[in-house]
Every structure is written in structure tokens, then in C-alpha cells.
T-cell receptor, first 113, second 116 residues
Framework: KQEVTQIPAALSVPEGENLVLNCSFT??????LQWFRQDPGKGLTSLLL?????REQTSGRLNASLDKSSGRSTLYIAASQPGDSATYLC????????????FGKGTTLSVSS | ETGVTQTPRHLVMGMTNKKSLKCEQH?????MYWYKQSAKKPLELMFV???????ENNSVPSRFSPECPNSSHLFLHLHTLQPEDSALYLC???????????????FGQGTRLTVV
């Protein structure tokens, strides 16, 4: 059974810091990995999608990497801002999940000004 | 706006009520999903529909009944729910193909359900 773990569960940083969020998964037979952002009480906003054949994806200040063989992904946020405060969710698709996604519990980020 | 719209945004219902959640996607996708998000737990996959056919029921109690009349609309019919069913219910869509099985999923804003 695919399990997704995100570390740390919570993170507080001052504005301007670069930070790394970690995601690990137990079954490497995935088709893709997707990072989402969720604001309190809201839905999920897709940040980055990495296909299983790719090593990384970048969007603005965000960079996500994927090491499929070791079952790991990282989300790097450069020059953090208070507006980055949210919960970040990692999800993997494929294998036992089929076309659906299996999620971690998320990392709640707080960036202070 | 992600192209996936859920209604209502908030719902309070009694344990004997019958209600329905609606999801509509405007992205031309062929797969739709229901997820449940409870406090302190990861999102739980409930149902999967591919080309209007239900391909997965993740051991969900029968008091939750999905319906997918076409590839753009998805419903979740609720009846005789329990207080522990209170949660955020999220709908998502994607467009997997044999060439691009792992496609990007888009989520709606969710329905916050409270069972009293």
C-alpha cells in the first residue's frame, strides 16, 4: 500500500529565507508526483507536476525535484514571503492508486514579516 | 478559479437528511474524483470515475452514493450520515491517456459539510 510522508509537519521561518519541504513515498512505481498548496478552509491549488521520467520542475520561486528510485521529492521555496504561508501537500499518482492521487498529511508553513 | 466548481460551499445537515454535493469541471477532462479531508488526516480517496464509469470505490460506506451522469458532472449523494462524516469534501479532475497517464489534477474549492 502506497504511503506518503511529509517532513516537517510544521515550519516557521522569517521572511526572505530559503526553505525545503520533504516528501517520501514507499512504492516507487508512480506515474507522477504533484505538489499542491492549500489555504485554510480552501481547496487545493496545483503548484508543480513532475512526471516519473523527469527529475525536476520549476515555477517562479518554486523548484521541485524527484528521485523516484529512492522514493523522495523536495519542494524548494526561494526567498519566502508572508503570502507563502499555507499548507503544502505532496501527492503521488500511479501504481496502486491508478489515475488517482495518494496524499501526505502536508507541511504547514508560516512565514513571518 | 481552477476550472472545477463545487456547490454548495457549505452544508449543514441532520443525520436523517438527504442532500447532494455537486461538482462540475470545465476542462474537458475524462476522470473525476471525490476526496474527503478530515482534520489531522491526509486526503482520503473515496471514488474514481473514468469516462463516466466508476473504477474505484475505496471502501466507502453506502451512505455515500456517487453519480457521474457525464464526464463533466459528478455528484455525491448523502443520506443518514453520522457526525464523524463532517469534513471537507473535495472534487478533482484529470485527463489520463495511454500516452500521458500521469496528468495534472485540478481540485475544486470543496464543500464544508457539518453533520449535526
Amino acid at each position: 500500500k502506497q504511503e506518503v510522508t511529509q517532513i516537517p509537519a510544521a515550519l516557521s521561518v522569517p521572511e526572505g529565507e530559503n526553505l525545503v519541504l520533504n516528501c517520501s513515498f514507499t512504492d516507487s512505481a508512480i506515474y507522477n508526483l504533484q505538489w499542491f498548496r492549500q489555504d485554510p478552509g480552501k481547496g487545493l491549488t496545483s503548484l508543480l507536476l513532475i512526471q516519473s521520467s523527469q527529475r525536476e520542475q520549476t515555477s517562479g520561486r518554486l523548484n521541485a525535484s524527484l528521485d523516484k528510485s529512492s522514493g523522495r521529492s523536495t519542494l524548494y521555496i526561494a526567498a519566502s514571503q508572508p503570502g507563502d504561508s499555507a499548507t503544502y501537500l505532496c501527492a503521488v499518482g500511479g501504481g496502486q492508486a491508478g489515475t488517482a492521487l495518494i496524499f501526505g498529511k502536508g507541511t504547514t508553513l508560516s512565514v513571518s514579516s | 478559479e481552477t476550472g472545477v466548481t463545487q456547490t454548495p460551499r457549505h452544508l449543514v445537515m441532520g443525520m436523517t437528511n438527504k442532500k447532494s454535493l455537486k461538482c462540475e469541471q470545465h476542462l474537458g477532462h475524462n476522470a473525476m474524483y471525490w476526496y474527503k479531508q478530515s482534520a489531522k488526516k491526509p486526503l482520503e480517496l473515496m471514488f474514481v470515475y473514468n469516462f463516466k464509469e466508476q473504477t474505484e470505490n475505496n471502501s466507502v460506506p453506502s451512505r455515500f452514493s456517487p453519480e457521474c451522469p457525464n464526464s463533466s458532472h459528478l455528484f455525491l449523494h448523502l443520506h443518514t450520515l453520522q457526525p464523524e462524516d463532517s469534513a471537507l469534501y473535495l472534487c478533482a479532475s484529470s485527463h489520463p491517456t495511454p500516452e500521458t497517464y500521469g496528468t495534472e489534477a485540478f481540485f475544486g474549492q470543496g464543500t464544508r459539510l457539518t453533520v449535526v
